[in-house]
């Protein structure tokens, strides 16, 4: 998503060009396009050209919007109505600022985000 993001409005991208600059599986990459489109966070467009790009604009795609499709609901554990008050209210918290994190940080902003210069680029994990 942040490499669509960095190429927005430069038409469509395509998945080849994505796995091959951030030395990635394409096979790994179609797996997470198809939530991702579903999801109407990108559209596909077909033919020599085609590829993929973001449906809406960067600034219009939080993290919490693409975590959500792709991991389901933001909870770091699964609250139990008779866990102990505190304990529960500390995870409730918890939950709580991870959520506002998430949908308050736009892809536009991980797009630009430059980081340290000692940094490659971001690790995915598979």
């Known amino acids: 998503m ?3 993001a960095k190429k927005y409005g430069e038409g469509p991208i ?12 394409e096979h790994y990459l179609e797996q997470l396009i198809a ?16 590829g993929y790009m973001l449906s809406r604009e960067p600034s ?10 792709l991991e389901g609901p933001i909870s770091p554990v699964e609250v139990v109505e008779d866990e102990e008050p505190a304990k529960r209210d500390l995870w409730i918290k918890i939950r709580d600022a991870v959520k506002d994190v998430l949908d308050n940080t736009t892809l536009e902003y991980l797009a630009s985000y430059e980081g340290d210069s000692d940094q490659e680029s971001y690790m995915f994990y598979i």
């Open 35 to 50: 939530p991702l489109r579903n999801a109407t966070l990108v559209k596909s467009v077909r033919g020599a050209y085609g």
């Open 60 to 69: 219009d795609i939080t993290a919490g919007d693409i975590i959500r499709v």
């Open 2 to 4: 942040i490499a669509l």
């Open 14 to 25: 395509s998945l080849k060009s994505i796995a091959k600059e951030h030395n990635l599986s």
